[in-house]
């Protein structure tokens, strides 16, 4: 199938933004990739727009380019960043309190680092109960706060001769909320925004800010931010690509491996019992059961909707699916996630796999801050807006369409993003159906 002459892309002139609000490991560890990598000190280990290639063609044909050859991608090179935080440590002073990064790393880019110094932060502990900021904005109302988040937007456009800006939220897990009232409409919503709604946390007070500017904007928490009716709306008036929720890292990522492997075998499930112990600032924010449970929905949602029981009722009917994560500071970022899975095969036999992933959470997570920055920056220049379901590949819980059920298989959602990129290009979609070389 033939995706016909592509769309028109604007070029990838000039320099890009990199809005961060929330400059804890994440972030940092992701400046200090990208300057590292700019200087050469280090490799884009992980990241698809640095290192991924994509097939063109048949397989006979041998072109497969690197993506960032193959799209037209802002170079790292042009790369700019800044963003807000709840305490005003410099980027240098966060990530050395997040203790990701060695001293070997640390120093070699302290000036750098030091330069790139948050602006006050939106902030309320009523929905983030583990934290307690001291470097923080204050306003009449929520209209007010997104009006301060848009000046200090403006006033790094203008420092920094910025061509275009993106913005990924690199906060913390906010307590767990469901649509409501307020959300369903752009009206209801700003007017929620002027009369301090409860049900309007932070991260929505960003997102909006970032998409009523045109400024594409992806949620890497589970929080609902733009997952919401009137930001939706928000984005196709304004033309705002957006993306969301919650960076696909560790024991999500191996789920979504895992899990693709045992339906394919189509191989029965009992039970699937993760947990985990973490102890940065993410594990300390956890350990609230509220913000606990905006977690726990976000991780519990992959399984069902790869071995989708509902077809498979014998294998997948009855699994029992548990996830715990548990606040442990000896830990700091390196992350350790343990699955016990309880499988069964021929004849109903038996077996089990265990998995113990002792993983760097940021060190996965800034790779995808990257190719996101740079992805979205792609579909704002190609005219995309709305949700772009094609990044599905980045997020435990990926936006979708109402009433369209999101696609977790990690391999599927590669598919969807490598064709949309084809797509883009008016290059042959791949099927992999292959009969062509046997006719």
Request: net charge neutral; aromatic share 8%.
């Amino acid at each position: 199938m033939d995706s016909g002459k592509g769309r028109d892309i604007a070029p990838a002139k000039g320099k890009v933004g990199v809005l961060l609000p929330g400059m804890g490991a994440v972030a940092t560890t992701f400046i200090a990739g990208v300057e590292a990598i700019r200087r050469g000190l280090s490799q884009p280990i992980g990241s698809l727009t640095q290192r991924g290639t994509v097939r063109l063609g048949k397989r006979t044909d041998n072109r497969s380019p690197r993506i960032g050859d193959f799209v037209p991608m802002t170079a790292l090179d042009d790369l700019v960043f800044g963003g807000w935080d709840i305490f005003e440590d410099s980027a240098y002073e966060a990530a050395r309190k997040a203790g990701v990064l060695s001293k070997e790393h640390l120093t070699a880019l302290q000036q750098f680092l030091e330069t790139i110094k948050p602006w006050p932060a939106v902030f309320d502990p009523a929905y983030v109960k583990r934290l307690h900021g001291t470097h923080v904005k204050k306003g009449k109302n929520k209209r007010d706060l997104a009006e301060q988040i848009q000046a200090d937007i403006d006033a790094f456009r203008k420092k920094h001769d910025l061509a275009r800006l993106v913005m990924i939220w690199c906060g913390s897990t906010e307590v767990f909320m469901t649509p409501s009232a307020v959300h369903g409409s752009l009206d209801a919503f700003e007017k929620g925004l002027a009369q301090n709604d409860a049900n309007i946390p932070p991260s929505m007070v960003y997102a909006y800010a970032a998409i009523k500017a045109g400024i594409p904007y992806a949620n890497g928490a589970p929080n609902l931010s733009c997952d919401v009716p009137a930001l939706m709306d928000l984005s196709k008036k304004t033309g705002t690509p957006i993306g969301g929720k919650d960076f696909k890292t560790g024991q999500t990522m191996m789920k979504t491996i895992l899990a693709p492997g045992l339906k394919a075998r189509l191989l029965g499930l009992t039970g699937w019992y993760s947990t985990n112990i973490l102890g940065n600032r993410d594990g300390e924010v956890l350990d609230d059961p509220e913000s606990f449970k905006t977690k726990e929905v976000s991780k519990l949602g992959v399984l069902e909707h790869i071995l989708q029981p509902h077809l498979y009722p014998d294998l997948y009917g009855g699994m029992h699916h548990v996830v715990r994560i548990n606040y442990y500071p000896p830990r700091g970022d390196n992350k350790e996630g343990w699955d016990n899975i309880d499988i069964f095969g021929w004849m109903g036999y038996p077996m089990q796999i265990k998995v113990d992933f002792l993983c760097r959470d940021s060190i996965l997570a800034a790779p995808i801050v990257l190719d996101l920055a740079l992805f979205l920056d792609l579909a704002a220049r190609a005219g995309m807006s709305g949700i772009q379901e094609w990044l599905s590949y980045y997020f435990k819980s990926p936006m979708t369409a109402p009433d369209l059920y999101p696609e977790h298989d990690l391999f599927i959602q590669l598919m969807k993003l490598k064709n949309t990129l084809r797509h883009l290009r008016g290059e042959e979609l791949i099927t992999h159906l292959g009969l062509e070389y046997y006719d």
